[in-house]
């Protein structure tokens, strides 16, 4: 209850509040939302008893307030409507052509078509789904997966359905389709699917970590040339071919859209479920669960203890035979009450004043992630260069410094910090890390920027320059030019570079001047303005995503980024166009862009037949004012004919009181795209306030 609640007060009030006393959740929430008149959703109870804790929260008046609740049982239903059957809503299953639909796209890849044999055992199959999207999924990815399709096969996965939900939709039926799924999944990827059993319900999931900590574990080893993380990369991917782990999309208004995975609760209660019946993992929610977990030698253990059991820890717990430990949410904590001598994955989230210090011990630590509450400071040991096995480290929050032996790491390939902090010198010898992860340039010792250069493996490079001073610092931007250009005929694959605004004034001759004829790279994101577009752009032949800040975009230039063969993936932040707007012609197609983005509002586009056949997402800035005078200036929108999804951010500015006609412009934007696009897209909408004057 208490984790529940201040989910619902960050989600509510955001983030800031740092009391885990239930009544003190349950006050801070009513005082809020006295005055208000609110809608709240509480998603998936699945207990009647929580619901008496929850509504003390919600204070009634007369507001018109609501509470939405949604649930699997029809008693914490009735119990949530004070036993008033008029406010339950029974949601209903897909009808026998949405069924269908659903479940041909999945398996055959179009939404109308099944091969004859196959008609018989799918109406069957179907059937025993009963109109359950999760169930029909889940058979669906099962059937998909098999190498060699046939009837027999099918058959074989019907008999093993013994419950028919249209009859009797219950949660244990669900279950059984859900375990039949896992029972036909091969051993490795069952192995890496109940690891996910260490996250919380409804936790976002990054793939890169996950693979990381998976290869940590020993789960899964390189082989045919082929190296760990890119095997454990194609064991992600088939989870979720085969529906086990959900991606999703997040689309905001100036950010970037956000993929993310997480797995369905009712997946995650399979996974706990045979977590536990092989002993493989443990959820830890008191100290007696804990004591458990030290007689029955579980080698994972997932803490999700409140501040009370916190503090009932007086001595140290002996957990030699655990390697993976992931702790969530704990204020002011130490692992060094926890003694794990052989540790190869901690993983930290959401900690409060996090003390690091006993890492040191660690010698088999294999994989560090610790992301700090509010990015509160947290204190590293002095010395680290005992984690000879160290291959991952992660700190998100604030650090003073890092430890000077940090540079003696000899297995540490990926090393990611939050803060712009000077490096130890001597980061040359650091020859394995194929990632780095924000380099300010602007706060390092010349030395460092040179020796940078001598990374030869890495593949991942994210760079920041945020003192205003740089562009003074001739002698560092030289230094910092001279890496980079290395690197790029080398094996670097990715480069981000973020600047604060002016911090690279006068840069651009040099940048414009880089000489790469051994270049690679698959993915450039530089996000400061150039003048124009750099001429070795247009020589980047494995680009496949970009994204630039041009003063001026020349029809010459788009022309050049067309012919980049394999470029998917364009974000443009244009600062001038000529009134005809950006012109993208049909003699200068884009032969493999899917996705395109304007970080600008108030430009027009002009899109010819054939310029853009492959695209399947377009995102980019409008203003309520510029709608309402000029309406949506999008011409040729009809020639993105495998257009599927449009994502708008909607400014309306304060002065203007233009927040009323928000409404009114996103119809009429609907209605453009419903008049001129024949395809139908998704559209999505964020409106945001913005200040600016014509």
């Known amino acids: 209850m208490v984790v529940l609640l201040k989910s619902l007060v960050t989600q509510i009030l955001?983030?800031?509040?740092?009391?885990?006393?239930?009544?003190?959740?349950?006050?801070?929430?009513?005082?809020?939302?006295?005055?208000?008149?609110?809608?709240?959703?509480?998603?998936?109870?699945?207990?009647?008893?929580?619901?008496?804790?929850?509504?003390?929260?919600?204070?009634?008046?007369?507001?018109?307030?609501?509470?939405?609740?949604?649930?699997?049982?029809?008693?914490?239903?009735?119990?949530?409507?004070?036993?008033?059957?008029?406010?339950?809503?029974?949601?209903?299953?897909?009808?026998?052509?949405n069924s269908r639909q659903l479940f041909y796209g999945r398996v055959f890849g179009l939404e109308n078509t099944c091969p004859q044999p196959f008609e018989e055992p799918s109406d069957k199959i179907l059937q025993k789904c009963g109109g359950l999207p999760l169930a029909i999924i889940s058979i669906a990815s099962l059937l998909a997966s098999q190498t060699n399709r046939s009837v027999s096969q099918w058959n074989c996965v019907l008999n093993s359905l013994r419950s028919d939900l249209r009859s009797n939709p219950s949660l244990e039926g669900m279950r059984q389709i859900l375990n039949l799924s896992y029972t036909h999944l091969p051993h490795h990827l069952k192995t890496c699917l109940l690891y996910i059993g260490m996250y919380p319900e409804d936790h976002d999931i990054d793939k890169d970590h996950l693979v990381m900590q998976w290869v940590a574990e020993g789960f899964v080893c390189g082989i045919d040339g082929r190296n760990a993380l890119e095997i454990a990369g194609s064991y992600f991917n088939e989870l979720v071919n085969r529906s086990m782990i959900i991606q999703l999309v997040e689309h905001h208004a100036w950010n970037k859209e956000r993929i993310y995975h997480k797995v369905h609760d009712m997946v995650l209660d399979i996974i706990v479920s045979k977590s536990?019946?092989?002993?493989?993992?443990?959820?830890?929610?008191?100290?007696?669960?804990?004591?458990?977990?030290?007689?029955?030698?579980?080698?994972?253990?997932?803490?999700?203890?409140?501040?009370?059991?916190?503090?009932?820890?007086?001595?140290?717990?002996?957990?030699?035979?655990?390697?993976?430990?992931f702790i969530f949410g704990l204020p002011h904590c130490s692992i060094g009450l926890l003694e794990l001598k052989f540790l190869r994955v901690l993983f930290v989230c959401e900690v409060d004043g996090l003390?690091?210090?006993?890492?040191?011990?660690?010698?088999?630590?294999?994989?560090?992630y610790v992301k700090s509450y509010h990015r509160s400071r947290m204190q590293l040991p002095r010395q680290i260069?005992?984690?000879?096995?160290?291959?991952?480290?992660?700190?998100?929050?604030?650090?003073?410094?890092?430890?000077?032996?940090?540079?003696?790491?000899?297995?540490?390939?990926?090393?990611?910090?939050?803060?712009?902090?000077?490096?130890?010198?001597?980061?040359?010898?650091?020859?394995?890390?194929?990632?780095?992860?924000?380099?300010?340039?602007?706060?390092?010792?010349?030395?460092?920027?040179?020796?940078?250069?001598?990374?030869?493996?890495?593949?991942?490079?994210?760079?920041?320059?945020?003192?205003?001073?740089?562009?003074?610092?001739?002698?560092?931007?030289?230094?910092?030019?001279?890496?980079?250009?290395?690197?790029?005929?080398?094996?670097?694959?990715?480069?981000?570079?973020?600047?604060?605004?002016?911090?690279?004034?006068?840069?651009?001759?040099?940048?414009?001047?880089?000489?790469?004829?051994?270049?690679?790279?698959?993915?450039?994101?530089?996000?400061?303005?150039?003048?124009?577009?750099?001429?070795?752009?247009?020589?980047?032949?494995?680009?496949?995503?970009?994204?630039?800040?041009?003063?001026e975009l020349f029809k010459d230039d788009v022309a050049v980024l067309a012919g980049l063969p394999v470029l998917a993936h364009l974000v443009l932040w244009v600062g001038y166009v000529p009134d005809e707007g950006i012109v993208f012609s049909s003699s200068a197609a884009f032969r493999a862009l899917e996705y395109l983005e304007s970080r600008r509002a108030g430009l027009a586009f002009h899109f010819q037949a054939g310029s853009m056949a492959k695209l399947e997402t377009l995102r980019f800035q409008l203003g309520v004012h510029e709608v309402k005078t000029c309406g949506v200036r999008l011409a040729g929108i009809e020639h993105l004919t495998n257009l599927k999804r449009v994502a708008i951010g909607l400014g309306f500015s304060g002065h203007r009181s233009e927040e009323s006609d928000v409404p009114t412009v996103e119809v009429a934007i609907r209605s453009f795209f419903e008049e001129h696009h024949p395809g139908c897209p998704t559209i999505h909408i964020t409106s945001y306030l913005y200040t600016y004057d014509d």
């Open 14 to 97: 955001g983030p800031g509040v740092d009391t885990y006393e239930l009544n003190g959740l349950i006050d801070i929430l009513r005082k809020y939302l006295q005055d208000k008149r609110y809608l709240v959703v509480v998603d998936d109870l699945w207990d009647a008893s929580a619901w008496e804790f929850i509504k003390c929260a919600f204070p009634e008046g007369h507001h018109g307030s609501n509470v939405l609740t949604t649930t699997r049982i029809e008693r914490v239903a009735m119990t949530c409507c004070n036993f008033q059957r008029k406010f339950v809503y029974r949601m209903k299953p897909l009808d026998d052509h």
């Open 276 to 325: 536990a019946e092989e002993n493989f993992l443990g959820v830890v929610e008191n100290l007696e669960t804990i004591t458990r977990r030290q007689q029955c030698k579980t080698r994972r253990l997932s803490l999700q203890l409140d501040e009370a059991e916190l503090d009932k820890i007086a001595h140290r717990v002996s957990l030699p035979h655990v390697r993976s430990v």
């Open 355 to 368: 003390d690091l210090t006993p890492i040191e011990k660690l010698s088999q630590l294999r994989y560090l």
């Open 385 to 551: 260069c005992g984690l000879h096995h160290l291959e991952t480290l992660v700190i998100d929050g604030q650090l003073s410094h890092l430890p000077h032996d940090i540079v003696h790491l000899p297995a540490l390939s990926y090393l990611k910090v939050s803060v712009s902090i000077a490096y130890p010198d001597g980061i040359s010898k650091m020859k394995s890390l194929h990632t780095l992860h924000w380099f300010d340039a602007s706060k390092q010792s010349v030395d460092n920027l040179m020796a940078l250069g001598e990374l030869l493996n890495l593949r991942e490079l994210y760079i920041g320059i945020t003192d205003y001073n740089f562009p003074t610092m001739e002698t560092h931007k030289d230094a910092l030019l001279y890496s980079i250009e290395k690197l790029l005929n080398h094996n670097l694959r990715h480069l981000s570079v973020f600047a604060l605004e002016h911090t690279l004034t006068g840069f651009y001759d040099r940048w414009n001047s880089l000489c790469l004829p051994d270049c690679r790279l698959e993915q450039l994101h530089l996000q400061f303005p150039f003048p124009r577009l750099p001429v070795w752009v247009g020589q980047l032949s494995t680009l496949s995503s970009l994204e630039i800040h041009v003063d």
